[in-house]
């Protein structure tokens, strides 16, 4: 077989001709067939190709002594110097058939080096073979140099030798290079080979200069087939990972095994890893730990999560004997991969497709700790230090970082990443052309040093931006309602009054519905009247479907908090999404208002609804629901016909948690610009997108333990029902002003259009508002008013802004390595005049400030003029869109929770109060109530006026007054107050107010309050204590008093044995019992505390006669003397003996004698004693008195409800 071969290559040498410099025509002969440079070498045809000189030959069959492209260079000649070959040479191909003593395979082709560069090659663990031995080829060539005079200083000539069979005759020879590099590595400078199939043999490193080891071909290792297996093991506390080179043994139990592990690169060696030493193969276990590679020489070497690596077996038959034919393991690739097919990607978008969505998958490949965890971050480098905005890239989905989370080996993760231009939309004649790197490291990691830190893949997207400004981003549902797709398709939706749902993302579980209905209950006109906006587990609402002369805003519900309101007027509410999407809401007079949306980055072919899909192409925007038995459009999404599907009625509707805290992924540069290291930690992401501009109304700050029953928040103090205990009439909205025809609505719609702002818009190219104005006519001849005509006006400023805004070209900085596109011409370093020089004129802040300026809230409704954006109001006129009359009073609408606040569900430190005619400088005037135990309702004396937060057009929030709490004094004192309250009135002039509302705040874990006829009725709960509108359970004391189970119901009870609670004097005995203080007193004591020495008769009579006529008026002698005579003459008869009176002080009596009566007291306190049992006549009276400052709702006294009949 050698010498037929032989043969053939003698002839194939003899047909080739002379090839020169390629001065001339010449012909190549044995050219490869088929693609050139990847043809196999063994399917040569005999064929003749013709070349020019302007074409190259790509090693055809040069002539002898002559190689090269255009065989123009002599074999063996010496390389170009270099500096560094070491660091420049390629690792050498077709591991492993190049050691020596490889066989082949039926079905492997032998390797060939025709079509390798000449230039300089590593072998990591191997050297350029020194022994006659062939390898995987058909001509071998080895060294008859020495390697061991190679020097690290320079360039040393290696003799080659061809052979064809082991221990062969020299066919031919060669001169090449070699270079010793640092320890025991080594390069070589290889030339072209002449023909095919010839190449370079290797051999083991450790053979080298050891002339008594030489390949034992005796060993048969044909059944050797080595592969890497893995496992993550204990260390000393902490987990390593271990790889293992296991084998089929051959059946002989003396040989010894020389195992060697590298770095593999597509089956090129190019690393030495580690080298243990030979050991013999007694047991499997003791074999795997001698030879086991671990991650810490991995990382000792360099690499980290991301390298191939590859074993090698050889056998022996003693420790340091021959060797038999080295086998080689399959590459394994160690640590995390990426599974797509390239990690560089090219992106276009324009103006109107903001975003492209990559999808990439990354697979673990070794094994994890059991309970263990990687985490992999994701890694801009384009940030900047202290930079808070959003990347070019940015990650659609997350868990707790940026990133993504392995727990078990070969788990797949897959990561979406937004690829966009930012905020930055270009104008029509402008574009720009970049490249975006996304790193991708794991986070530190303690338990196993092998996961922790580690670089994985690179992604290189090359983004290519378009021009074109796109003005129909925003879908919307205007006025009657008039509908517009984010593809800016234009239709109607009169058809049907309903819920119906607007937008919606089924992938990230978020929605937007809408409701429509009757715009009056006297009117045939439709319009929008409510708004529900759910993501995750959060419901946010605008609803005035049902309350008609209000707005309900609120979170209806909130367990997440991913929904941002960012309202900053009265009559504009703008709701930021997770994702980014943005929901614009104008208010206009209840039920009205109108809705428009722009969708986020990640919104692009996801979205559905009325707003279509948002794809480029109006065709597929009136698809109906595919979840909907009915093919019309409209009816498909309708949601108030579906069971548990309507966020405005229904409490059982499916709500899934956010999967994740935010969306964004947003990192902050680490130590020094030059690291590239970031943060892409969860508190870094929030402390980024979080920062958002001051609200009115905050995030939801409650949470919800089981639906409809929420936790009380410190700083959340907004109702759970819009509906109010004040009646409340619709009164007729739309007045008529003009008879209108369709000209006389279109030339008033005309002149109402040419506003100086939408002037100005006019200005940039593609704008128009068409639509709009065709809007304006039609709601004119709908309803016969001009109303709606600022709403339409609004829309078309707030979308002009929004135009400009968005096409306004960043910074210099941005477009540092960036190249511009202007009018085809491509622009590099862009400076700031350059910049101002290419930008189109109203794509700038001047011009954008000159649009803002003459943009007012609700064009002032016509009742002032628009100066720098702000209303300047005639009079009467005031807010900041000129909405409030002084001359009309502010109209009560109601107390939310109809009047009620649970102190189980909220603090009850404020209350959102509903009205018409409101203004920022609304006061609310707030009077104090207590609600007792029978029921009776007692108003305070004082009124208190605060300045209330106009949130709404018909929403102001008062602040409530922080009751006074009882003094510690004052804690035995039962009051029988089960609920507090305020009267609640409001004013904006500071003379006429409104008509009154009522709250009642209970704590219903004890009390529930409801209105019976406007008045707040209240029980108490039979298993708990009431006092001071607090509750108390059973054994808990308050004073001197303890909450005691008696016959199953909860009372008082006086504890004399509590600490400083004896107050009976004079050797009295102090019972316990009841709620009253019982003092047993000694013979000559009376009083509550036994304090007093009995007087005479005559004495107390005379006294008492004269404190009530100065109290109580001269009509009372007559009375007190009755009263006198009557409790003398009951003393006398009373059956406990006379020496041992019982004094009784009921709650009430004294509460007056403590508060009502202190100037009395004083004024009597140095005369005699008997003036002060004063105190036990008016507590035989049992006169009821009230807290000082209250009356009795109704009574004409001051101080006292009433006195009740002193009947004893």
């Not at 989905?397 to 690829?419: D, H, W």
């Not at 943009?855 to 900041?880: A, D, F, I, M, W």
């Amino acid at each position: 077989m050698r010498s037929i071969f032989r043969i053939w290559v003698t002839i194939h040498l003899l047909r080739c001709v002379y090839c020169d410099f390629c001065q001339q025509s010449y012909t190549c002969r044995g050219t490869c067939y088929g693609t050139r440079r990847s043809c196999w070498y063994y399917r040569c045809s005999r064929r003749t190709y013709s070349y020019s000189c302007d074409q190259t030959c790509y090693r055809s069959v040069c002539c002898e002594g002559y190689t090269g492209n255009l065989c123009d260079q002599k074999i063996g000649s010496p390389p170009d110097a270099v500096d560094d070959p070491c660091s420049l040479a390629l690792p050498l191909p077709s591991f492993p058939q190049r050691i020596i003593g490889y066989e082949l395979t039926a079905e492997e082709p032998p390797i060939c080096d025709y079509y390798i560069e000449p230039g300089w090659y590593s072998m990591p663990g191997f050297i350029l073979s020194t022994r006659a031995f062939v390898c995987g080829t058909g001509l071998s060539w080895y060294t008859i140099t020495d390697p061991l005079n190679l020097t690290t200083t320079e360039m040393n000539t290696l003799s080659m030798c061809q052979i064809s069979e082991n221990d062969g005759d020299c066919l031919k020879t060669m001169t090449n290079y070699g270079r010793k590099c640092s320890g025991y590595s080594y390069v070589f400078y290889l030339n072209f080979v002449e023909t095919c199939p010839e190449a370079y043999c290797i051999e083991p490193l450790r053979l080298f200069g050891t002339e008594d080891r030489d390949i034992d071909i005796g060993i048969d290792v044909t059944h050797v087939q080595p592969v890497i297996s893995m496992a993550s093991v204990p260390d000393n506390g902490l987990y390593m990972n271990a790889f293992y080179c296991d084998f089929d043994t051959i059946e002989n139990d003396t040989l010894f095994y020389q195992v060697t592990w590298a770095v593999s690169s597509y089956n090129i060696w190019t690393d030495l890893l580690h080298l243990p030493d030979p050991v013999s193969f007694l047991n499997e276990s003791q074999f795997r730990e001698d030879t086991k590679l671990t991650h810490y020489q991995i990382l000792d070497k360099g690499y980290g999560l991301r390298v191939s690596i590859a074993c090698s077996v050889a056998a022996m038959r003693t420790e340091n004997g021959s060797e038999s034919v080295v086998k080689i393991s399959p590459e394994q690739f160690c640590g995390i991969k990426l599974l797509n097919s390239s990690n560089i990607y090219s992106v276009w978008t324009s103006g109107f497709d903001a975003s492209q969505t990559l999808e990439f998958a990354f697979e673990i490949t070794v094994p994890i700790c059991p309970g263990c965890s990687v985490s992999v971050g994701m890694v801009d480098p384009s940030k900047t230090e202290d930079e808070c905005k959003l990347s070019s890239i940015v990650q659609v989905m997350r868990s707790e970082y940026c990133g993504f989370e392995f727990k078990k080996q070969n788990e797949i993760k897959t990561i979406s990443l937004a690829v966009e231009h930012g905020d930055w939309t270009p104008s029509h004649n402008m574009g720009y052309r970049k490249s975006l790197y996304i790193y991708f490291r794991t986070v530190p990691y303690r338990l196993n040093t092998y996961f922790s830190d580690q670089d994985i893949d690179i992604l290189k997207i090359n983004l290519n931006v378009n021009g074109g400004t796109n003005l129909a981003r925003a879908c919307h549902s205007n006025n009657d309602p008039h509908m517009f797709t984010f593809d800016g398709l234009a239709y109607e939706n009169q058809a049907f009054t309903g819920a119906f749902i607007l937008y919606r993302v089924k992938e990230y579980k978020i929605q937007v519905q809408m409701k429509t209905d009757w715009c009056s209950y006297r009117s045939y006109v439709k319009c929008n009247c409510g708004v529900a906006i759910n993501a995750g587990r959060d419901v946010y609402i605008v609803n005035a479907c049902t309350t008609r002369r209000y707005f309900d805003i609120r979170y209806k519900n909130c367990e997440d908090g991913v929904i941002v309101d960012k309202r900053t007027t009265t009559n504009k509410i703008v709701v930021v999404l997770p994702t980014g999407a943005e929901i614009v809401i104008d208010l206009f007079r209840p039920p009205h208002l109108n809705i428009r949306i722009y969708p986020s980055r990640f919104d692009y072919g996801k979205t559905d609804g009325l707003c279509g899909i948002l794809d480029g192409s109006r065709n597929n925007d009136l698809t109906p629901n595919p979840e909907s038995s009915s093919t019309n459009f409209l009816v498909s999404w309708r949601v108030d016909l579906l069971q548990n599907q309507d966020l405005f009625r229904d409490h059982n509707y499916p709500l899934h948690p956010w999967p994740q805290s935010e969306s964004f992924c947003s990192c902050e540069r680490l130590t020094n610009e030059q690291t590239n290291v970031f943060d892409c930690s969860k508190s870094q992401v929030k402390s980024c997108v979080l920062e958002r501009e001051s609200t009115l109304y905050p995030r939801c700050a409650f949470s919800i333990g089981q639906r409809g029953k929420r936790s009380v928040e410190e700083n959340d103090d907004s109702y759970t029902d819009p509906e109010t205990n004040v009646d409340i009439e619709e009164e007729e909205e739309l007045v008529a002003t003009v008879e209108f025809d369709y000209e006389t609505a279109k030339d008033y719609c005309l002149r109402s259009f040419q506003t100086p702002a939408l002037d100005a818009c006019q200005n940039i190219t593609n704008w128009n508002s068409n639509t709009s104005i065709d809007d304006c006519i039609a709601d004119i001849l709908a309803t016969n008013s001009t109303d709606w005509t600022n709403g339409h006006i609004g829309y078309q400023e707030d979308e002009c802004i929004h135009s400009i805004q968005k096409a306004i070209p960043p910074s210099p900085e941005f477009f540092v390595n960036v190249t511009l596109l202007v009018d085809g011409e491509e622009i590099e370093n862009i400076t700031e005049s350059g910049l101002d020089d290419i930008t189109d004129p109203v794509f700038t802040e001047g011009f954008l400030d000159v649009v803002k300026g003459q943009v007012c809230p609700s064009s002032c409704n016509g009742r002032g003029k628009c100066v720098n954006e702000t209303c300047q109001c005639q009079r009467p006129y005031l807010n900041k869109d000129c909405g409030g009359d002084l001359t009309k009073p502010v109209k009560m609408l109601g107390i939310p929770n109809r009047g009620k606040c649970d102190k189980q569900l909220r603090p009850c430190r404020s209350t959102s109060v509903f009205a018409s005619n409101l203004a920022e400088n609304t006061s609310c005037i707030i009077q104090e109530i207590k609600v007792l135990k029978n029921n009776t309702v007692l108003e305070s004396k004082e009124k208190h006026s605060k300045a209330g937060q106009l949130v709404q057009t018909q929403e102001v929030i008062c602040e409530l007054p922080t009751s006074v709490r009882k003094r510690d004094a004052d804690l035995s004192t039962l009051d029988d107050i089960v609920a507090s309250g305020y009267t609640i009135t409001l004013t904006i002039d500071g003379h006429s107010t409104s008509s009154p509302d009522t709250i009642v705040i209970f704590d219903s874990a004890c009390v529930n309050c409801t209105y019976v006829e406007g008045k707040p009725v209240c029980s108490t709960d039979m298993d708990m204590c009431a006092n001071g509108a607090q509750c108390y359970s059973i054994n808990s004391t308050t004073g001197c008093n303890t909450c005691t189970d008696i016959g199953g119901a909860a009372v008082w009870e006086y504890r004399c044995e509590l600490a400083g609670c004896n107050p009976c004097l004079n050797g009295a005995t102090c019972e316990s019992g009841d709620v009253r203080v019982i003092c047993k007193c000694p013979s000559g004591w009376k009083g509550t505390y036994c304090q007093l020495a009995v007087p005479s008769e005559a004495t107390t009579k005379i006294l008492v006669i004269v404190v009530l006529t100065t109290l109580l008026g001269p009509m009372a002698i007559l009375g007190a003397v009755i009263v006198i005579k009557r409790k003398v003459f009951r003393t006398t008869t009373q059956t406990a003996p006379l020496h041992e009176p019982v004094y009784e002080m009921p709650v009430e009596t004294a509460y007056l004698y403590d508060h009502v009566m202190p100037e009395t007291k004083n004024e009597h306190s140095n005369k005699d004693d008997d003036v002060l049992d004063l105190e036990t006549t008016i507590i035989n009276t049992r006169v009821d008195v009230l807290p000082y400052g209250y009356t009795e709702k109704g009574s004409r006294l001051k101080g006292f409800s009433a006195m009740q009949d002193l009947d004893m």
